[in-house]
């Protein structure tokens, strides 16, 4: 039982390792795009991925779980080991390839640990939202992306 908690634990370090290195990535993408209105959006993803950190970072807390300082995983490392990267190279694609790729890594985490922690309900309810957030944002920046280049 303590090896599953333990898992478990990991699970959500490396969860709030990725969410807090989120920001960073996307706002190095943003400064590369021509287009305010995606811009703007990547910047608001990050935005909600550093209070997803944060949030997450509490409730853990709340629970007695105290996740290192860094927790050494890096977000690329672990989608490129994961075979989710290969970059089309038609005007527009890279975006659209970057966003349902990391959609995808995350949804994978988040999907993974809802099915692990079903005893705690406000856990739970907290990682439904950021869950359909995460989606949410990925299809906003696809849509603009998308609008960028069919007008």
Do not use: W
């Amino acid at each position: 039982m303590e090896r599953l908690r333990k898992q478990m634990e990991n699970k959500f370090c490396v969860l709030l390792s990725f969410l807090t290195q989120l920001p960073g990535k996307l706002e190095m993408i943003a400064d590369e795009i021509d287009n305010e209105n995606l811009r703007n959006a990547l910047c608001a993803v990050a935005i909600e991925s550093n209070q997803y950190a944060l949030e997450l970072n509490a409730h853990l807390r709340s629970l007695e779980i105290i996740p290192p300082v860094f927790a050494g995983n890096n977000l690329e490392e672990e989608i490129i080991e994961n075979g989710l990267v290969d970059l089309p190279k038609e005007k527009g694609k890279e975006v659209l390839s970057i966003c349902e790729k990391t959609e995808a890594f995350f949804c994978e985490l988040y999907t993974d640990l809802l099915n692990e922690c079903a005893s705690d309900t406000s856990l739970k309810d907290m990682m439904h939202y950021q869950l359909l957030g995460i989606r949410s944002a990925f299809m906003r920046i696809r849509f603009l992306n998308s609008l960028r280049f069919h007008n």
